[in-house]
């Protein structure tokens, strides 16, 4: 059974940092690595938005509102996600969930992250 589990949000001041995890299960490492794998919050009352995508290659897209500030990357060993936020803005505020494009209907519980200003 594909399972995905997101740590690391937290309460933290505009300017601080965090960094996010995203832990899966029940993906052959040949699947895991094989696929782009995403990012994305969801802020209060708004839809889920894309943050950031690492491609299999090794490529990365990032949404505007980040760029310059965030940084995706995985540990293919261990099957996990992670993602680097920097400079963290009051608008950053939200549950954050990681997505692997091969199980696109999966989706963990979240990690919350509120940033005040």
């Known amino acids: 059974q594909v399972r995905l589990v997101e740590s690391g949000g937290g309460l933290v001041q505009a300017g601080g940092s965090l960094r996010l995890s995203c832990a899966t299960s029940g993906i052959i490492l040949s699947v895991f690595r094989g696929n782009a794998m995403d990012w994305y919050r969801q802020a209060p009352g708004k839809q889920r938005e894309l943050v950031a995508t690492?491609?299999?290659?090794?490529?990365?897209n990032y949404a505007d509102s980040v760029k310059g500030r965030f940084g995706i990357s995985r540990d293919n060993s261990r099957r996990r996600l992670y993602l680097e936020m920097n400079d963290l803005k009051p608008e950053d505020t939200g549950l954050y969930y990681c997505?692997?494009?091969?199980?696109?209907?999966?989706w963990g519980q979240g990690t919350q992250v509120t940033v005040s200003s």
């Open positions: 997505n692997h494009r091969n199980y696109r209907n999966h």
């Open positions: 690492l491609e299999s290659s090794g490529g990365t």
